[in-house]
């Protein structure tokens, strides 16, 4: 059914009682030309680029849950391009230009609103590494802009960044085209628009090993039978090297908590995206008006979704130092998503040792706003046996030539 | 919060100290080939249950220490100083 003002008049007619279900619940079957295993948005975007792009109709995406409920539903929703490396900036800028159509392509409101993005600057040290970013930002085609202070205070007047305040702003990296999307619609588009075109989502579907004839990979083992495929892909974000050792393959991952506060829900006052990487915090605020605060993640590996306390003590005190008009307001909830974080803060797409075993991770802190685009190049990947032009750089090898692409130095706070 | 017992101090909250990641890793002779050296510098378990791994008393005694953690439970059941294995096998 296609969502339209005329589909919305009339279910308002009944009651809005007759809406059918998004997405189809499908059936394992025992064969497929594709299995995806993690239904987060980055595997469903895979599936549904795969089906849509490449023709390929028999495939099925594999989640242990419910499809929305992993990191899909527990970021920060930032949305943005601004990276330093050149490999990066490419990846990453081919994902905002399908993020800017991505409502009208799948007919489900994502709720992109392209509010910009600033990061903001209190040291001397930390303008200068803005001011090379934007250069090589503005020469990979990206948009960026740099404010002055007094330019940062128009913007932004609840800013406490005057002489007075103990971190005075000293400029701001600007990307107007970054913003947030609804998480949330993000998968439910995706798996609704992959459904549409017979991709088989299986929900509650965890897998338990995969079946490896001479080296190359045939299928999955899992809690509702097994399943035969020519290629399977693995995109399961805070459980990576859990899943690639059913495979025997080790990881240069680790996995961290990263955590976030949502507070209750107020008037419009904050209409842009803040990132501070010294005083280290990053904000937003929500449609709904709930201000979403994102902090460091934790540093111990942990696969149990919650992080220490102190961390978001500190979040909170970035807060209140650089908006003190936030002082009196409640939080309402607060989570931890599990990341999969390698060296160079870089995802890891392309193979594995296992022939037909592609693997898409390591998207670290920032996996959401690569949605589309991580997708978009896997699904050619898998489509054809050889990974996109635009990932050639992000394979597995890296780690054994030690051509990184270190964005970890270049990320600051920001995700 | 954890509460880690430093072999040294004690038990402390876990703001007082730095995690170092999977510890008993062992540096590799230099004339490894680039894929060994590649595992030894990047390659981790990351493994799901208990943990072993190196944590530094940061804000106490500065002293770096083995810890036997679970990753989905954060329970602690051990701790060596560095240079002692673990009692529980890895």
Not at chain 1, 152 to 168: D, H, K, Q
Request: proline content about 4%.
């Amino acid at each position: 059914m296609r969502y339209s003002l005329l589909a919305l008049a009339r279910n308002a007619l009944s009651g809005h009682a007759h809406w059918p279900r998004a997405w189809r619940a499908a059936e394992l079957k025992r064969s497929y030309d594709v299995i995806i295993v993690g239904g987060g948005g980055h595997g469903l975007a895979t599936a549904y680029y795969l089906a849509k792009n490449h023709g390929v109709r028999n495939i099925a995406v594999l989640e242990r849950g419910p499809i929305g409920l992993g990191n899909t539903g527990r970021n920060t929703t930032v949305v943005r391009s601004n990276y330093l490396w050149d490999d990066s900036a490419a990846l990453y800028e081919h994902s905002l230009k399908l993020w800017e159509g991505l409502s009208r392509e799948l007919n489900y409101n994502t709720m992109f609103s392209q509010r910009g993005v600033m990061n903001l600057a209190f040291t001397r040290h930390e303008l200068v590494e803005m001011e090379r970013r934007c250069g090589a930002l503005l020469l990979n085609g990206v948009d960026c802009e740099l404010l002055t202070p007094a330019e940062v205070r128009r913007w932004l007047p609840l800013l406490a960044s005057g002489e007075s305040s103990r971190y005075p702003v000293l400029g701001a990296l600007v990307q107007r085209r970054g913003g947030t999307a609804r998480h949330d619609a993000v998968a439910w588009g995706y798996a609704r628009a992959a459904s549409a075109l017979g991709v088989d989502i299986v929900e509650h579907c965890a897998l338990t090993g995969f079946r490896i004839e001479g080296g190359r990979v045939a299928g999955v083992e899992t809690t509702r039978g097994h399943s035969a495929a020519a290629r399977i892909g693995v995109v399961t974000a805070g459980h990576s090297s859990v899943v690639m050792q059913m495979a025997g393959v080790r990881l240069p991952i680790q996995s961290f908590p990263l955590q976030a506060l949502v507070s209750e829900p107020i008037k419009p006052v904050l209409h842009t995206v803040v990132m501070a990487g010294l005083v280290h915090v990053y904000l937003s605020q929500s449609d709904k008006g709930e201000l979403v605060i994102g902090a460091a993640r934790d540093s111990y590996v942990s696969y149990a979704q919650r992080g220490s306390f102190h961390i978001i003590e500190e979040q909170l005190r970035g807060l209140l130092e650089l908006f003190p008009i936030f002082s009196r307001l409640r939080m309402m909830r607060q989570w931890a998503g599990i990341v999969d974080v390698t060296p160079d803060a870089s995802p890891i797409i392309g193979r594995t040792p296992v022939r037909d075993l592609w693997i898409n991770a390591g998207w670290g802190t920032g996996g959401f706003k690569a949605t589309p685009g991580s997708g978009f190049v896997f699904a050619h990947t898998l489509a054809n046996n050889e990974p996109h032009p635009l990932i050639r750089n992000f394979g597995l090898d890296r780690f054994v030539s030690g051509r990184l692409i270190d964005e970890a130095a270049a990320a600051g706070v920001a995700h | 919060m954890l509460l880690i017992p430093c072999p040294w101090c004690g038990g402390r909250n876990d703001s007082e100290f730095v995690a170092g990641g999977e510890t008993f890793i062992e540096r590799p002779a230099h004339d490894v080939s680039d894929a060994q050296w590649g595992q030894y510098l990047y390659f981790r378990r990351n493994t799901m249950g208990a943990q072993a791994e190196r944590w530094f008393h940061a804000m106490g005694c500065r002293r770096w220490f083995n810890v036997l953690r679970d990753t989905v439970t954060h329970a602690i059941t051990e701790t060596s100083p560095m240079g002692a294995p673990l009692k529980a096998k890895q």
